[in-house]
């Protein structure tokens, strides 16, 4: 039975095979869209819950209230807390901690030369007691986070070593040798521990006094995990673990601020989704993005099964006589639907075969075009998540027409009553319609934020950033040459003929660390207004080299020795203060006067207000040399560059970055997420198309004869045209008056996450509008016009 029905479902596909090769290529692009989404959505929300426990493990947050409506929400807090709660706390049952800081150099594969690396993290001797990791050579018990030990991943193993089995081995970093002690398997892609080298916490205590401004406990440099007991009460945990810090600040002499200070416990499997943290932060992503992208894969897979269902039953007509006669020799009900559902069955199956063939090439292509990380692997969720694609494909793709074509009464066929509602085609303009709308919803929306990208670039940024990179300065160098030695090189530099100008200071105008106001006087301020502000520390060419503009007031000059005390504010600060040019201000210290105000750029994500900026004038050696190149000389710039780098730092690798390159890692997820909505645009939009020009060809097959008739009687090409694109093109009008509402509303909302956006303007729907008309235009057309070219013998000859 099961053989007859595959062999009939193949014949039959075969024989209508230009239709079966719409409906394969329908849910071929499509399945394969929705099986990508949300096998990258399923990661996203699956982060690190492969560890054991890991529904008890948290992460320490802190919320530093520093104004009346600023706080800082950190996600690190002091080095002791961990240990302090362990012992105090019994709802504890374990804790670990890690810490992130700066490039440190490593010997190459061959020990002949340094490089940069800054895939490393700090960790905890107790580390691997609450977290798991496969050790492929080595174990835990040989890291001591108070030697020389380090642990590498697999590739970093063969990176540096060749081969994974590589404990005993040593590395040099910086100047210490360190030992290999342990190999552990490359991490999971939904982790967010993505670090191939791991360093022990305590070794780093090189001497008594980092030991004590690390252990102190206003300092809050590390990332501490607690472990709960079973059972444990969250919100009593976080207030002990407040307390503990708030008791230990005040034996450091600090204030009580128990108003201000507030700790949070924050699940290890909501870190990658959670909030946004000054200090602390992972690679994140949001749940707003996860939650859009899950529905635009729905979206996509109800589009794949109108489609299917569409052309289905626009040619039901051509399969009334075959499912008559089975009906008529004894075929029941269930027998005829299996009988159609095979059809669908077998065309999705294959469609899955071709996806899975294709799936790891074009997962390789979008990683590269678009920047991804997306892995897919081939275990027990991922075959779950296909068979429930399949199920879901084949359920209303196939059942509706099935259970259609079954309740079909065969003596209604055999006399002739063809137009019944079955030939009716409301239910497929209805059909149409939602296509198109959910086409141009996500049409408008990839408009609206290629725009807003757009706004994004030109207004942040407004200062120079062209043929302009940076040479981060380790601490040792700065700490080891006087700042005299470090002028000197920037002379150099500015003696080559490739280079323009060069400055020193603390940040590029972008990602600029901040502080609060209890470190800044001025006159009038009241002792209790603590607003959060930002401050760079940029030397006397820095305005030049990144073209700042100036509203009021001069630059600091390097002749001038009390620039040291002054200070450059922007317009938001002098706003926000209440100052003006010429006021006292001092800062850590300092008491200068106000010299300048600077226009108002932006120094973080566009989905922050501009907040108050103050600019210092360096008095050392700061942690950046920026360089900008003449035109078309960067190449030039680079390796006159590193050659005088070399000279001064022989031992010490150039470790140098675009500041264009770091302006575009900020807004990295918006622009992702904006590349990755147009290609499913571009999908939904084929998708639609492809059903459109199906039913286009339905219609112009089954109205063959008529077609003859009016060209025989005169009818031109044009008019032929005009009656099969009319009715379809009415159809895609109505969906651009349904989907511009919805797509107003959503990217509203949308544009409501950034405190400066562009304006919804009408002719942004009205351009998709027309682009939709056009494009379905074109689709109905090149069919349409197909059929008009026919020579109308050919149609009427059976007659």
């Known amino acids: 039975m099961f053989k007859n029905i595959l062999v009939t479902a193949v014949r039959n596909l075969w024989r209508n095979r230009r239709y079966s090769i719409f409906n394969l290529t329908n849910l071929t692009v499509g399945l394969a869209a929705t099986i990508f989404i949300w096998t990258w959505a399923q990661r996203e929300l699956t982060y690190d819950n492969y560890h054991k426990d890991a529904d008890r493990i948290y992460r320490i947050v802190a919320h530093i209230k520093i104004g009346p409506q600023s706080i800082l929400d950190l996600g690190t807090t002091p080095y002791l807390l961990g240990q302090t709660a362990l012992e105090q706390i019994p709802a504890i049952e374990a804790t670990t901690q890690l810490t992130l800081k700066t490039g440190k150099k490593f010997k190459n594969k061959k020990g002949n030369e340094w490089i940069y690396e800054d895939d490393f993290m700090y960790i905890a001797k107790d580390w691997f007691s609450m977290f798991d990791f496969k050790f492929i050579d080595g174990s835990p018990e040989l890291f001591d986070s108070k030697q020389a030990h380090l642990i590498l991943t697999a590739d970093k193993a063969k990176q540096y070593f060749g081969v994974e089995k590589v404990v005993g081995q040593t590395l040099k970093i910086d100047s210490v040798e360190y030992i290999v002690q342990g190999v552990i398997a490359n991490h999971p892609s939904n982790s967010i521990f993505q670090y191939g080298i791991l360093l022990p916490i305590e070794y780093d205590f090189s001497t008594p006094s980092i030991r004590a401004y690390e252990e102190n406990w206003s300092n809050s440099n590390y990332i501490n995990f607690i472990k709960l007991q079973e059972g444990a009460n969250v919100e009593m945990v976080a207030q002990q673990l407040q307390d503990i810090v708030l008791a230990n600040q005040d034996d450091d002499g600090d204030e009580d601020n128990s108003d201000d200070y507030k700790i949070q416990l924050q699940k290890l499997e909501e870190i990658h989704l959670g909030q946004n943290l000054i200090s602390g932060n992972f690679a994140k992503n949001t749940k707003q993005s996860v939650l859009i992208f899950s529905l635009i894969g729905a979206l996509i897979l109800l589009m794949v099964c109108i489609n299917y269902i569409s052309l289905t039953t626009a040619r039901v007509n051509k399969r009334l006589k075959e499912i008559s006669v089975r009906k008529i020799i004894g075929a029941g009900k269930k027998h005829i639907i299996f009988h159609l559902l095979s059809e669908t069955i077998l065309l999705t199956s294959l469609a899955i075969v071709i996806i899975l063939a294709l799936l790891p090439f074009v997962s390789l292509l979008l990683n590269q075009q678009l920047e991804l990380d997306y892995h897919f692997v081939m275990d027990g969720m991922f075959w779950l998540l296909i068979l429930s694609v399949s199920l879901i494909t084949i359920f209303l793709a196939g059942i509706y027409p099935a259970l259609t074509v079954a309740a079909y009464k065969p003596l209604s066929y055999l006399h002739g009553l063809t137009n019944s509602r079955m030939s009716k085609t409301r239910f497929r303009s209805v059909l149409v319609i939602t296509q198109f709308t959910i086409a141009l919803v996500l049409g408008i929306g990839a408009a609206v934020i290629f725009l807003q990208q757009q706004f994004i670039y030109k207004e942040a940024m407004s200062f120079g950033k062209a043929a302009t990179f940076s040479l981060e300065i380790p601490l040792n160098l700065r700490q080891n040459h006087e700042p005299e030695f470090f002028n000197k090189l920037q002379q150099e530099l500015l003696n ?46 820095f305005q030049k080299l990144f073209q700042l503009e100036l509203k009021e007031g001069r630059w600091f000059d390097e002749n001038l020795s009390t620039d040291i005390n002054n200070v450059i504010l922007n317009e938001k600060a002098l706003k926000t203060f209440d100052l003006k040019v010429g006021d006292n201000f001092g800062i850590y210290g300092r008491k200068g006067k106000i010299i300048a105000s600077v226009k108002n750029f932006y120094f973080s ?20 040399i920026f360089i900008k190149a003449k035109p078309k000389q960067v190449e030039e710039a680079l390796a006159s560059t590193n050659a005088i780098w070399t000279k001064y730092f022989p031992n010490d690798p150039m470790d140098y970055q675009f500041v264009e390159e770091a302006f575009n890692q900020l807004y990295k997820s918006e622009k992702r997420a904006g590349a990755l909505l147009n290609l499913f645009t571009l999908i939904t939009l084929f998708i639609a198309c492809l059903g459109l020009y199906a039913l286009v060809n339905f219609a112009a ?3 063959t004869k008529e077609i003859g008739i009016r060209k025989v009687i005169g009818a031109s090409i044009v008019n032929i045209i005009s009656l099969l694109t009319k009715d379809f093109l009415k159809l895609v009008v109505i969906s651009i008056f349904i989907a511009i509402p919805i797509a107003w509303y959503v990217m509203n909302q949308w544009l409501d996450n950034f405190a400066y956006r562009i304006k919804l303007d009408w002719w942004i729907f009205v351009l998709v509008g027309l682009g939709a008309i056009g494009i379905a235009l074109l689709t109905v057309s090149l069919q349409s016009l197909r059929a008009a070219l026919a020579n109308p013998v050919n149609a009427l000859k059976n007659d």
């Open 605 to 624: 994500s566009f989905k922050d207000a501009i907040e108050p900026l103050v600019i210092t004038a360096s008095s050392k050696i700061e942690h950046q």
């Open 701 to 703: 097959e089954r109205r």
């Open 496 to 541: 080559q003929a490739s280079i323009e100008n060069t400055s020193n200071a603390s940040s590029a105008p972008i990602k600029i660390g901040s502080t609060h106001s209890g470190s800044c006087k001025w006159d009038g301020k009241a002792a209790d207004y603590n607003p959060s502000v930002h401050r760079l520390i940029a030397d006397a060419s």
